[in-house]
């Protein structure tokens, strides 16, 4: 069964070498990685491309899935220390290596531990199918009669035992993921379920651990690029005299439009970046910010997509006794990692390392060969996290600026984004409109719903290198901005529903997914105008809901579970007008993509009636995300989620002009600060026997609306459009 | 090694130093990423130059404790769980301590107060303050 060809790692490790590389097994030096690139399998549905047992019972995940600093990398470990009956102690991590690890697709889209922790689970099953099997035939006892606890299987009677190292210590399991291996039941757990702390922060709190932005090569130079001042700008002439003073400058490269500056200190980097003249033709292709949204309703429609429709929404809303309604915007948004995008890049022997924090590495990989005509099999790209990314933001980007430069220089590159690059060069969230018609009849139930959604064209895929872009080489043509049409569609069963999209053929900005893109937008939306109707229908926003949810149990337990939870009280009648400050309590209901994650949510807010500022107070939130790998982990996102999103919603907006982003650092792009925090309550349901959904995103979606809907509670007046900027506030009470 | 005075600190510690605890964010003193301490009070490295250092005191995130031994306040960070990305967790916990060293018991509204010109992007500010409100109490 087993192969009996012994690992390199086990090689090595016997002849007592002992090197720590970064992002290896520790028995392994960079040099030997490519050794173990052409022997480790990477296949998806090979048993020996997710884990690794040594002879000491060491075992290696390995996951194409990557840890963005949500808590995966501890949560994976425990999928897979429970499902193999192995200590977490004995469990260290590869983690996106293009040469190393299985291509599980990027890590979005909260699929982590839905999609990638499975896929482990059932790699895992299959690997303790084999080993028991193997200890059967060697202890002569039969299958059923064995036990397993941290990777020794024992006789269920006597003292024989044999260990995981002595069955399989070094040698490949040679095996198909077999998906029909028996997983464990559910209610033997004990490690899946648990709150067990994060390996990754006692080194994030005391500065051992090793960000992207810290990692370094042997001989690395330091890079730094210069943008067109205007984003389609193109490069006339550049000054080389203008940093021949700069000590240990390298050089100046110059390809097309992309400009960079290589320099022995990264000081030096910085110091020539800044002081380098080049001149840049103007360009002024932007819409003007005052009219963006006039700018997208006349924006070419490429296509319709229909996400629903049932009925004839349009016919009923003809009919209808009374009709509604609105049209919702949602702002164009950046990442705003805290660390600005960084890569290195090495070439060595034709062939092309690099090192980011993508959350695509398999992807990176095929995009820098493509840009640089090379084989995808002469490119590694190996993952070391970075600041928090949210999406696509800046890190691939950067990790095509340090390819291009290191190969300018022959030496390896280390590129960091500065703040202006990051804010004004990563990928935003695209602007998101929609218009919302409702019909209700005379006794005020709801009999037509129809919204248009108009949001730029394309879905998931490679959001193109700006390096490649700039640099007039090969890259992808089209936009990608996420499947942003997600949860346009409503989970109410309205008699009469058409949904459509309208996908435009442009947008402002270099697009891309922003943590629940478009499901956030359209959740918005769809969720602040079924507050609308109800308060049209004089019900109670929760039994309203509750009214149309009509064939989904879990999502009515999680709503009524939410309003016992929240203490609500019922649609109180409108705010007294008394005092300057007013509260308001607002509810929002999702299911994720319609399929996965229910999150339901309460705000309460205070909305100040002379100033416009809305201070969100408290959110409570109820989850139900079926099987609970890590409850404080589980916790830990919906927290950032509630957090970021209420940041996003009150504070967020990309700023420009005809020519560029103006919104380049935190005071132009504020995010919320510590004392506009809200408080956080949160009941998780927790379904043991049911598959594990995605927690990363989820939690994001309900709170635009939720906040919408609490101040129109505090103080009766719709505010349709992200951010909430008391200027905005303070204009719908004055037209009250 | 330095050939200029202007230099921010934040390179000398990371590039001549070697250092990982302070962070470059922003390189304008507005997220706090960067933050030392000098001379026991909290200060921003990225926009301090070298030649204001001058025999002041530095102590980065390393300086107050190691993983074997850790400092109160990284403890109360663990416990807490206080950390998603992580990227902003040294100014949190440098800043948090230069102001724990003068405010022995701060109630939540003062440590929020304290960390405003922190910020943050994964939306860990709770878990952040009872870490420093934790860390008060055993200190």
């Excluded at chain 1, 984003?231 to 390809?255: A, C, I, Y």
Aim: hydrophobic letters at 40%; glycine letters at 8%.
């Amino acid at each position: 069964m087993f192969s009996g060809k012994s690992n390199r790692r086990e090689f090595l490790e016997a002849a007592g070498i002992l090197i720590v590389s970064f992002s290896l097994p520790a028995f392994l030096t960079p040099a030997d990685a490519q050794d173990a690139t052409s022997s480790k399998t990477v296949a998806l549905d090979d048993v020996d491309a997710f884990l690794a047992i040594d002879r000491r019972g060491r075992v290696t995940l390995y996951s194409g899935k990557v840890e963005l600093g949500t808590g995966v990398s501890t949560a994976l470990r425990q999928i897979l220390a429970e499902e193999l009956d192995v200590s977490l102690a004995s469990i260290s991590l590869i983690e996106g290596d293009t040469a190393l690890t299985p291509a599980q697709g990027k890590t979005w889209g909260s699929l982590s531990i839905q999609v990638g922790g499975l896929q482990i689970r059932q790699a895992a099953a299959t690997a303790r199918q084999a080993l028991l099997q193997e200890a059967g035939k060697q202890l002569g006892v039969a299958v059923s009669d064995l036990v397993v606890e941290q990777a020794t299987v024992r006789a269920g009677s006597g003292g024989k035992q044999v260990t995981y190292g002595e069955l399989i210590g070094g040698k490949n399991f040679s095996l198909k993921v077999d998906k029909q291996a028996p997983l464990k039941d559910p209610a033997s757990y004990k490690i899946v379920g648990k709150s067990i702390p994060r390996s990754d922060i006692p080194p994030k709190v005391t500065g051992q651990f090793t960000y992207i932005q810290d990692f370094k090569t042997q001989g690395m130079l330091h890079g730094r690029v210069i943008r067109p001042p205007a984003v389609g700008g193109s490069l006339q002439s550049v000054d080389e005299s203008s940093v021949k003073d700069v000590p240990g400058l390298v050089k100046v490269v110059r390809q097309n439009n992309f400009l960079g500056v290589v320099a022995e200190s990264e000081w030096g980097a910085i110091r020539a970046a800044r002081n380098l003249k080049a001149s840049w033709s103007a360009w002024d292709g932007l819409p003007e910010q005052s009219k963006l949204w006039e700018y997208v309703r006349a924006t070419k429609v490429s296509k319709e997509d229909v996400t629903s429709n049932v009925g004839n929404a349009e016919q009923a809303l003809a009919q209808a006794a009374k009709r509604v309604s609105a049209t919702y915007d949602f702002a164009i948004h950046s990442h705003a990692s805290m660390g600005p995008s960084c890569a290195v890049a090495e070439f060595k022997d034709g062939k092309l390392t690099c090192w980011s924090a993508s959350q695509a590495p398999h992807d990176l990989r095929a995009q820098l060969a493509a840009m640089l005509s090379m084989k995808d099999s002469d490119v590694e790209v190996i993952y070391v996290e970075g600041s928090g990314c949210y999406g696509r933001n800046g890190h691939e980007d950067a990790a095509g600026d340090a390819a291009l430069l290191a190969r300018a220089v022959g030496r390896p590159v280390r590129v960091q984004w500065m703040r202006d690059d990051e804010n004004g060069w990563d990928p935003k969230g695209p602007p998101t409109l929609m218009d919302l018609q409702a019909g209700l009849d005379a006794s005020g139930q709801v009999v037509a719903w129809y919204s248009q959604l108009y949001v730029p064209e394309g879905g998931g895929g490679n959001v193109k290198l700006l390096a490649a872009d700039l640099a007039g080489l090969p890259c992808e043509k089209g936009m990608f901005p996420g499947n942003i049409i997600n949860n346009s569609a409503i989970p109410y069963a309205f008699s009469n529903v058409r949904t459509v999209a309208h996908r435009l053929a442009e947008t402002p900005f270099r697009p891309s997914w922003i943590r629940a893109p478009g499901r956030m937008q359209n959740t918005f939306c769809n969720e602040a105008f079924v507050d609308e109707l109800a308060f049209a229908a004089g019900a109670d926003p929760f039994e309203f809901r509750l009214r149309y949810l009509t064939n989904d149990p879990r999502g009515t337990e999680l709503l009524k579970r939410l309003q016992t939870f929240a203490k609500w009280q019922g649609r109180s009648a409108a705010r007294s007008a008394g005092s300057d400050v007013a509260s308001g309590r607002g509810v929002t209901y999702v299911k994720y993509e319609l399929s996965r994650t229910y999150v339901g949510a309460v705000a309460d807010v205070e909305v100040n009636r002379k100033s416009g500022d809305i201070f969100v107070r408290r959110f409570i939130i109820v989850q139900d995300c079926g099987q609970i790998i890590n409850p404080d982990g589980v916790k830990n996102q919906i927290e950032g989620n509630v957090v970021q999103t209420v940041s996003r919603t009150l504070k967020e907006e990309v700023t420009f002009d005809r020519s560029r982003v103006t919104s380049l650092d935190w005071g132009s792009y504020p995010i919320l600060k510590f004392p506009e925090v809200p408080d956080i309550d949160i009941d998780l349901i927790d379904r043991p026997a049911e598959k594990p959904w995605g927690v990363g995103e989820p939690a994001a979606a309900v709170v635009p609306s939720a906040v919408a809907n609490a101040v129109f509670d505090a103080v009766g007046v719709r505010i349709r459009s992200v951010p909430f900027t008391p200027a905005k506030v303070r204009e719908a009470l004055r037209i009250a | 090694m330095v050939d200029d005075p202007d230099m921010p600190l934040l390179y000398a510690l990371r590039d001549n130093m070697g250092l990982q605890g302070p962070r470059f964010g922003c390189g304008l003193g507005q997220c706090g990423a960067c933050t030392v301490h000098l001379d026991g009070k909290a200060a921003r490295s990225c926009v301090t130059p070298l030649s204001a250092v001058g025999k002041k005191k530095v102590v980065t995130l390393e300086g107050l404790g190691s993983p074997d031994k850790l400092a109160a306040i990284q403890e109360a960070f663990i416990t807490n769980q206080a950390a998603q990305c992580g990227y902003c967790i040294n100014g949190m916990i440098m800043e948090a301590a230069a102001f724990l060293a003068n405010n022995k018991s701060p109630s939540e509204a003062q440590i929020k107060q304290a960390l405003a010109n922190n910020l943050c992007r994964c939306g860990t500010h709770l878990r952040i303050v009872r870490a420093v409100k934790r860390a008060s109490s055993i200190a």
